[in-house]
């Protein structure tokens, strides 16, 4: 008997000894986990092709630019899975922001507003390092804003270039930047300033017909593509409502409980989506380069707007600003993306595809705004536009 119980003794300490040394640590299990999130894919497929976002779109264009310093603030909410992906949106920043605060290739002259995105990043840089440069930035294009150029009624132009323009896009690029200064600098004056910039547009731009809204606004209504009796352009982009939705989730993050414009800006948001579910391609879910004219031949399914509108339902969902069913929504959309828009490389990368690389209005050539004019700009895999809001969304999902 007593031999029988040595033997179960030892059996039961060699199965400790097994179990203990065969089960994975707690980190190991948090990458193993993390490793399968699309989010993480994703980031880590831009940082195997780019060694850095520096040069993302290229040597020979190496700026500023709003779209990059979008998708660089995406990879670094995955900072809390690994250090690296904070240090690779801060090495970005760091070859742009000189030592006395200046910012290369930036020119405050420009009024231009896409400039104001990339800013919003300082402020996570400058609290965790404390490097007064990052503020000096940041104080830097708060006084872009201070001056920048507006319509009568006080709506930002899109840039100094493009006069009494407002441009759905514009919303995204300063208002988000502009109510997180309010609030972690106690200047809470640009509330007002950045809940009107929101309600201004929507009012100018809203089609009571499809409840969408046009891509801009010309309040000269002097632009070849204006409507001469509303100065509204004649078509709904898929990304430029993506845009304004993205802007009103984030500007909400910092939007006091209290303000009164809040309530407004909710219903907004409601009105929005719906009407934005109204318009999905009935085969994918998913929704086109001109959002009401699916059949028409040319139109596509675009990457980028249907993944900031996923992120910005997603969004609203968590936070309580739409109803909870919206989330499923959000994440059966997700499951089409990733049935119909994303592919592997050879080297076992995530590519997007379908992203429209860029659509404006005016200028030189001269876009007119047309839909022969949207479904016929540059069609890019892997656009900066469509990974970081595909990045965003595959974070607010968890998948």
């Known amino acids: 008997m007593s031999t029988m119980k040595t033997f179960g003794r030892l059996l039961l300490i060699i199965m400790s000894i097994f179990l203990i040394c065969c089960k994975p640590s707690t980190e190991s299990s948090k990458e193993a986990e993390s490793s399968e999130l699309w989010s993480v894919k994703m980031a880590n497929s831009v940082m195997n092709i780019h060694d850095s976002l520096i040069y993302y779109e ?21 900072g809390v899975i690994d250090q690296k992906y904070s240090d690779y949106m801060k090495t970005y920043y760091d070859y742009f922001i000189n030592s006395d605060g200046t910012v290369n290739t930036y020119k405050i002259e420009n009024y231009n507003i896409d400039n104001i995105n990339p800013a919003k990043n300082l402020f996570t840089l400058y609290k965790r390092t ?23 009624n006080g709506g930002f132009w899109h840039k100094k270039v493009y006069p009494y323009q407002m441009w759905l896009d514009g919303i995204y690029m300063g208002s988000p930047f502009l109510a997180q200064y309010a609030k972690e600098y106690n200047k809470s ?16 731009t809203l089609d009571p017909k499809t409840k969408l809204l046009y891509h801009a606004w010309d309040e000269s209504k002097e632009q070849k593509w204006s409507n001469p009796e509303t100065g509204q352009s004649p078509h709904f982009w898929s990304r430029a409502i993506g845009w304004y939705t993205m802007a009103i989730v984030d500007v909400l993050d910092y939007l006091p409980e209290n303000h009164p414009d809040r309530e407004k800006i909710i219903t907004i948001l409601n009105n929005t989506i719906d009407a934005l579910l109204n318009v999905s391609d009935k085969e994918t879910g998913l929704w086109f380069q001109v959002l009401d004219q699916g059949n028409r031949k040319g139109n596509y399914i675009e990457g980028s707007g249907t993944c900031m509108y996923i992120y910005a339902m997603a969004k609203a969902a968590n936070k ?28 076992g990368n995530l590519v997007l595809k379908s992203v429209c690389g ?17 479904i016929n700009e540059k069609v890019v895999d892997n656009d900066s536009k469509g990974v970081g809001p595909f990045i965003l969304a595959a974070i607010e999902l968890n998948r």
Not at 189 to 194: G, L
Not at 324 to 347: C, E, M, P, R, W
Not at 358 to 374: A, F, I, Q, T
């Open 58 to 78: 290229g040597r020979e264009r190496i700026r500023w630019q709003y779209d990059v310093a979008m998708l660089s603030m995406a990879i670094d909410k995955l």
């Open 130 to 152: 404390g490097e007064e440069k990052y503020n000096i930035a940041i104080q830097g294009f708060v006084k872009q804003m201070e001056n920048h150029p507006k319509t009568q």
């Open 189 to 204: 004056e640009w509330f007002d300033v950045v809940t009107h910039q929101i309600t201004l547009i929507y009012d100018k």
């Open 320 to 347: 309580g600003y739409i109803k909870k069913k919206y989330f499923q929504i959000a994440n059966k959309k997700f499951d089409s993306v990733i049935k119909n828009l994303i592919v592997t490389d050879g080297n």
């Open 358 to 374: 860029g659509c404006g209005l005016g200028g030189n050539p001269y876009r007119d705004g047309s839909y022969e004019y949207y």
